[in-house]
């Protein structure tokens, strides 16, 4: 599996970016993409994730400002993150766990994108 992110970039507080996550390869049955950010002296976090039945998890920080959506024939994902805070600075990868664990990332990592914010 692999995956292919884009988006991302330098943005003022208050603004939008949206993050796309494509998968190729072979993907058998349920699983769950998402996104983990890793800002600078910090420890990579979750974001946000999905499952291929639809049900999203947020992390409480960016619950009301961030959606996850995916389209399951494209095997895609996307973050669209609104109301950007200079703390949303982080670099964004993307992740892909077969099942439907949502607690933890699985072994396929997209490569990370920048998101600067500044304020």
């Known amino acids: 599996v692999q995956l292919q992110a884009s988006g991302g970039g330098l943005v003022q507080a208050g603004g939008s970016l949206r993050l796309s996550c494509a998968a190729s390869?072979?993907?058998?049955?349920?699983?769950?993409m998402g996104w983990y950010r890793q800002a600078p002296g910090k420890q990579r976090e979750l974001v946000a994730v999905?499952?291929?039945?639809?049900?999203?998890n947020y992390a409480d920080s960016v619950k009301g400002r961030f959606t996850i959506s995916r389209d399951n024939a494209e095997n895609t994902v996307y973050l669209q993150m609104n109301s950007l805070k200079p703390e949303d600075t982080a670099v964004y990868s993307c992740?892909?766990?077969?099942?439907?664990?949502?607690?933890?990332?699985?072994?396929?990592w997209g490569q990370g994108t920048q998101v600067t914010v500044s304020s």
């Open positions: 992740n892909l766990r077969p099942g439907v664990v949502v607690t933890m990332p699985g072994p396929f």
């Open positions: 390869g072979i993907i058998f049955g349920s699983n769950v």
């Open positions: 999905i499952t291929s039945a639809g049900t999203a």
